[in-house]
């Protein structure tokens, strides 16, 4: 039971700093950092450490030194994948990189096809506004990524997918410098 209660205390604590982290970011009291760093390794990294989520890279050189935050990357990367984890049980991230920056598409085969209103409703912090399968929980991390992402000159787009298909694109993209 002690697994349990600290794997419990563990994603309450986590909830309470991101809720924490979004309002910081929303009331503009967060500080970026602009440094160096490879990003395709950290990103990486980040996913590796997450459990039912794949990484895929397209176009992505092996090292791409860019300067931005490192940390906030990492976040908005990790919550874009907890909002399909979450949700659907699994997460797919397509990293793309660019001369100018980074795009991260994230993705999940069980979720179902959403209109372009039904995903902008996700973006809501606390009220995803579906109490369907795997849509009755917060769209804090949906949110937070879009925010930070936003906050780090990027933007965060919604694609609902045509009927066809069974799955929806969550993205970010941002522009980072080379160093």
Excluded: C, W
Excluded at 140 to 165: E, K, Q
Aim: net charge negative; charged share 20%; glycine share 6%.
């Amino acid at each position: 039971h002690l697994a349990t209660i600290e794997s419990a205390s563990n994603e309450v604590l986590g909830r309470l700093n991101q809720v924490l982290d979004y309002a910081r970011a929303s009331s503009g009291e967060m500080v970026l950092e602009a440094r160096s760093f490879d990003v395709v390794a950290v990103i990486e990294r980040a996913v590796a450490r997450l459990p039912n989520v794949t990484l895929t890279m397209e176009n992505a050189a092996r090292s791409a030194s860019r300067v931005g935050d490192e940390a906030r990357i990492v976040q908005s990367v990790t919550s874009l994948a907890s909002f399909f984890t979450e949700r659907f049980g699994s997460a797919a991230i397509l990293l793309t990189t660019t001369p100018s920056g980074l795009v991260v598409r994230g993705t999940s085969d069980k979720m179902a096809p959403m209109t372009d209103a039904e995903l902008n409703q996700l973006l809501a912090p606390f009220d995803s506004g579906h109490t369907g399968p795997g849509l009755d929980r917060s769209g804090l991390s949906l949110a937070y990524a879009a925010r930070l992402v936003s906050l780090m000159g990027g933007s965060f787009l919604t694609h609902a997918s045509d009927p066809a298909r069974t799955e929806t694109d969550v993205a970010f993209l941002l522009k980072l410098e080379s160093p």
